[in-house]
């Protein structure tokens, strides 16, 4: 079976209440109607009433959230994107960047 992996591409924290990003999903996302996407929002918040949450919206690839649907992987008392994409079955898709040591040669 093929990986699904999830890349982070924008950071949209300032367009809801707590932490939210935009992430490519390939293979695209399917919600319960069978509808596919291939970007998503996952928002971590903390709320008064029924406290910390992160949910997964289907986005457009700037962050505009398209149904207000949750997605499989959303989870009250989850407070970690990573947590809630692997509820999902999806990698996070992560750059990792190699250090170097003063010399400039790869350590």
Known sequence: ???K????????????R?????FNMVPPMKDYNGNEWGHVVVSTATLPVTGVET????SDSEGNVQNWIELEGSARGCDCHVE???NAGYLLNVEIKR??????KGG
């Open 5 to 16: 992996i999830a890349t982070q591409v924008k950071n949209v924290s300032d367009q809801f």
């Open 55 to 58: 949910y997964i919206f289907p």
């Open 18 to 22: 707590g932490h939210a990003a935009v």
């Open 1 to 3: 079976m093929k990986d």
């Open 84 to 86: 809630a994409l692997l």
């Open 99 to 104: 250090l170097t040591d003063r010399s400039g």
